[in-house]
């Protein structure tokens, strides 16, 4: 599957791109059109919904959020398998260990294609 790559950052509500073990993912999130083909955007950064420039059209953030797609670009950090999918863009918490404690992140999680490793891309963590 070869897939469409991002031109530029404004199309994306979301990207990534880190090192994981002896691989690497790049996963973004390209922004949402109204179905009358309008930009979908929030009022106000904590704003519950989105509003579409072109015909006013409401949608809530959970269904913008629930229908999102990442693109994904990888290498499996397990067998080394390099691959590109898409998949729907949902996110969960996971538990990793971080220095020595177990914490719970926010982790958007995919499979390899070839040996069927779950790997996981969390939240970026400070510090
Ligand atoms: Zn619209
Ligand atoms: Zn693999």
Same mark, same amino acid.
């Given at each position: 599957?070869?897939?469409?790559?991002? *031109?530029?950052?404004?199309? !994306?509500?979301? #990207?990534?791109?880190?090192?994981?073990? /002896?691989?690497?993912?790049?996963?973004?999130?390209?922004?949402?059109?109204?179905?009358?083909?309008?930009? !979908?955007?929030?009022?106000?950064?904590?704003?519950? /919904?989105?509003?579409?420039?072109?015909?006013? *059209?409401?949608?809530? *953030?959970?269904?913008?959020?629930?229908?999102?797609?990442?693109?994904?670009? #990888?290498?499996?950090?397990?067998?080394?398998?390099?691959? /590109?999918?898409?998949?729907?863009?949902?996110?969960?918490?996971?538990?990793?260990?971080?220095?020595?404690?177990?914490?719970?992140? !926010?982790?958007?999680?995919?499979? &390899?294609?070839? &040996?069927? /490793?779950?790997?996981?891309?969390?939240?970026? !963590? *400070?510090?």
């Amino acid at each position: 599957m070869v897939i469409q790559r991002p *031109k530029s950052m404004s199309e !994306l509500d979301y #990207y990534t791109r880190r090192a994981i073990g /002896e691989g690497k993912a790049e996963v973004w999130v390209t922004k949402q059109k109204c179905s009358c083909g309008g930009v !979908l955007k929030k009022p106000k950064m904590r704003a519950t /919904e989105y509003i579409c420039e072109s015909c006013e *059209k409401i949608v809530p *953030k959970e269904d913008y959020e629930s229908s999102e797609i990442a693109g994904i670009v #990888y290498t499996c950090p397990k067998c080394k398998h390099s691959a /590109e999918k898409e998949e729907p863009f949902k996110r969960k918490k996971v538990g990793i260990i971080i220095k020595g404690k177990r914490k719970s992140v !926010l982790s958007f999680t995919f499979e &390899c294609d070839s &040996c069927h /490793e779950k790997i996981n891309v969390t939240k970026k !963590l *400070k510090g």
